[in-house]
């Protein structure tokens, strides 16, 4: 596409959306249904959902959670891949002015049980199971220590219906849709749980009116032309297919062609059956799309683009998707939950080597972001001192802008720490280059993101560490072309131990959810730990030392 075509495609955006009117999302999906009622807004191989279908059974789930007991205020748990019903649920929680909590379906029991219990959720509308997974089992285990979730509602996955449990279906049978709630476009809509640096997950708080803007400037920096097609398996629990997928489609009264989990052949099968013209990667499952030996015989002559964020990819992967799947308009880009999502993208007319260098600059935003036209503002400030940074100069990441999160929930001294004076510190380090671009150089924390997931070593090495025959465990994640981050985990044997590498991979598979499992061990003895003078391990050294030694056995 030229960039005259992408520049009138913008333009139109603008003149849809003169003046930015925040709203909840209830009010903008039935605004999006009265506009493009009879199209298709989600898209399986097996089921199409419509505007004015989605806002109708939103309405009558809406219902079901009023007469269920639900009020404004009042968390909600969603624990569901991208099924169809995921969407009207959504919005249903939304209509009645209640807090959608969605979680990561790869939870094991404690950590299913943690977040419900923090969250306070007065009600979970769930899967009975997924990828090998029972959830009414890990709720029977659990259930009596969760006093204040009164409700489970369960979408069967599996074949399994629970005797005493709603359905999805029951739900929107239960009371006749009244008129909604009227809810602040200022109010929580989400609690979206992210990984912290203590061991334990923050719930993250974002109002209706963030991610709208932020769905509408990835909308207008990407340039979404009128009625696009958006296939993507990133689950809607996570920001990514939440905005940059669900919400960022209905600007323009496009669609989402779900999948429930990542399978090349499927994505390739899938653009070719729904005619999609974009697709949402990270870069894993990029390269996994191009190496598919089938790709070849796949139409895939409706894609026009790509975004492969969460992790940088080198130019030759760019090249490859405009040569071989034939996207023209390839993208990258930043950001955190705490801040609303994807802040910065790569725009669509960009060279090459701008989406490889650098994560983008702050994403357009028009009259819907701040007084220059972006959605946010970054710069640079010291890690240690907090103290902001000339322009230019490489120092932790912060930013301000409307979509800023409101805060953590339940968690006072972790939301001064991270929301400062109005500006999100994000624990990365980089800079700001002087064309407005942003450079990411690395992490100020100890966390790294692996295949687009937040990892937190702290959780992982108190597993690994509580084993009889581990005396010391360091989690990191190393450089890793296809995941971003590969994590690592360094261990120090206790005396006489036996522990192998396999055995660590089946502990960690045994407890935690599967992004969490590192991809490599590495046995150290406790001398080989490079430590500071007080005897702390730096773990900066640590990932350097631990990749030679990879580099050298790979």
Known sequence: MTSPDIARRRQALVDAFPQWTPSSLGRWLDNRAERYGSRPLVITDDRVLTYAETAEWSDRLAAGLVELGIRPGDHVGVLMANYPEFVPIKFAIAKVGGVAVPMNFLYRAAELEYVL????????????????????????????????????????????????????????????????????????????????????PKGVLITHDAVLRTAYASALTRAFGDGRRILFSLPCYHMFGYVEGLLAATVVGGAVVLQTSFDPRQYLAGVERHRATDILCVPTMTVAILEHPDRASFDLSSLEAVLSGAAPGPVWLWERVRAELGATEIVTGYGMTECGGAMTLTLPEDAFELTSTTVGRPKMAGVAGLPGGGLTEYRTVDPETGEPLPAGATGELVSRGPTNMLGFWAKPDETAHGLRDGWVFSGDLGRVRPDGYLEVTGRSKELYKSGGELVMPKEIEELLTAHPEISQAYLIGVPDERWGDAGCACIVKAPGATIDEQAVIELCKSRLARFKVPRHVVFLDAHELPTTPTGKVQKFRLVAQVQQRLEQYA
């Open 117 to 200: 219990a923090q969250a306070e959720c007065r009600l979970l509308i769930t899967m009975t199971g997924f990828a090998g997974l029972d959830y009414l089992a890990m709720l029977d285990e659990i259930a009596s220590r969760l006093p204040l979730l009164n409700n489970v509602i369960q979408l069967s996955t599996d074949g399994r219906v629970r005797n005493g449990l709603l359905t999805v279906d029951e739900l929107s049978t239960l009371a006749e849709p009244t008129a909604g709630a009227d809810v602040d476009p200022g109010a929580v809509g989400d609690i979206l749980y992210t990984s912290g640096t203590t061991g334990s």
